[in-house]
Structures are given as structure tokens and as C-alpha cells.
């Protein structure tokens, strides 16, 4: 069983910055990509930023803004976001693909975390 668990979401001021956590726990032998998505009231879930073990990818609108990292010895991706617009506004949720079990090291699941919701008042 494995789970993601997100944090840090919250109310800002537009320009203002947050910084999300995801965290994954249990049966992990190798985590191959982490992201986040955002899904805002009324429109479909998109990309925000994506990490594997050598590359980052982003989505045009949070280009020069946000900044995905990744801390492998702790199984947590973050999401630093600056330069926040009300545009921004949107549950925020974690996923990731992830490989359970050492002895199936091709069987990569996707995992998605609960969402953290995230307001930018203008």
C-alpha cells in the first residue's frame, strides 16, 4: 500500500508565495516520477511540473515561477511557488509512478495524493 500525502496549501495575496509538500510512505522500492497537477472549479485537472531522477518539466504558464525539487532519501517532492496570480487558484494534488516491489522492478503504479486546495486573493 502506498500513499501521498500533501501539505502547505493555503490563502495568499497575489505575488505572494507558497510551498507544497508531498510525502510517500509505504511499500516503495522505486519512485521513477513525481508531479504535481491543479485542478480549478469548473476545468479539467493539467500539468503543473514534473521531476524524474534527471530532468523537470513545467508547465508554460508556472515557467519562471514555480520550482519542482525532489528530496529522494525522503520519498517528497515540493513545490515552491512564487509570484503567485489568482489564476494559481486551484486544488493542488500530488502523484507519482512508482514501483512497489523489488522483486517486479517493471510494475510501476500511479499514485495520487487527497489534494491541497490553494487561493490567491487579488
Known amino acids: 500500500q502506498v500513499q501521498l500525502v500533501e501539505s502547505g496549501g493555503g490563502l495568499v495575496q497575489a505575488g505572494g508565495s507558497l510551498r507544497l509538500s508531498c510525502a510517500a510512505s509505504g511499500s516503495i522500492f522505486r519512485i521513477n516520477l513525481m508531479g504535481w497537477y491543479r485542478q480549478a472549479p469548473g476545468k479539467q485537472r493539467e500539468l503543473v511540473a514534473s521531476?524524474?531522477?534527471?530532468?523537470?518539466h513545467y508547465a508554460d504558464s508556472v515557467k519562471g515561477r514555480f520550482t519542482i525539487s525532489r528530496d529522494n532519501a525522503n520519498d517528497t517532492v515540493y513545490l515552491e511557488m512564487n509570484s503567485l496570480k489568482p489564476e494559481d487558484t486551484a486544488v493542488y494534488f500530488c502523484?507519482?509512478?512508482?514501483?512497489?516491489?523489488?522483486?517486479?522492478?517493471?510494475?510501476?503504479?500511479?499514485?495520487w495524493g487527497q489534494g491541497t486546495q490553494v487561493t490567491v486573493s487579488s
Open positions: 502523484n507519482a509512478e512508482i514501483v512497489p516491489y523489488r522483486d517486479h522492478p517493471n510494475a510501476a503504479y500511479l499514485y
Open positions: 521531476i524524474t531522477m534527471s530532468s523537470t
